[in-house]
């Protein structure tokens, strides 16, 4: 497996999909947005979680790097609380801010459809990831949630 794991298959078949929800409700739906919030409401709210998936982002791509050019398991830093943090970053902040900031109702089957894609790759990764790292994988990912924190 590349140093870009799933990244790739997991980018392109989500732009592909929203892509066509925006040309759906552009086309077809105009008249289904979240009119009911404030666009102001809307615009920052988006723009925090855009901010913060962008820098969810880049802390978990700096130590990635650093520890695949270095054949070792990152388990620290955002690792530390989550498997898959960059995944993580484009579902759960970075696409939904979009979302909010376009205001489109269809545009909120973007992250499910994400969500879904993901947990469908996923296996292939963190397979190479077991056989790679062995035990020590195994135990990461025990007391590490994949996307969201384990609270227990």
């Known amino acids: 497996m590349s140093r870009w794991g799933i990244g790739p298959a997991f980018t392109i078949s989500s732009l592909l999909y929203g892509g066509v ?27 925090i ?5 962008l820098v969810l982002f880049t802390a978990a791509v ?17 690792y530390a609380y989550v498997r898959h943090p960059i995944y993580g970053a484009f579902i759960c902040l970075i696409v ?4 909010i900031v376009t205001r489109s ?12 894609v993901f947990h469908r790759l996923i296996r292939a990764e963190e397979q190479y990831l077991e056989e790679k790292f062995g035990e ?17």
């Open 105 to 116: 109702v269809p545009a909120l089957s973007v992250p499910i459809f994400m969500y879904l």
């Open 21 to 47: 929800v925006i040309a759906f409700a552009r086309s077809y739906a105009p008249g289904w947005r979240l009119a009911f919030i404030p666009e102001t409401v809307t615009t920052l709210g988006g723009s």
């Open 136 to 152: 020590e994988y195994l135990e990461y990912r025990r007391r590490v949630g994949a996307l969201l924190p384990k609270i227990f």
């Open 49 to 53: 979680l855009t901010v913060a998936g």
């Open 62 to 78: 700096v130590p990635l790097s650093r520890a695949y050019k270095h054949g070792t398991l990152e388990t620290g830093g955002a």
């Open 96 to 99: 939904p801010g979009i979302v």
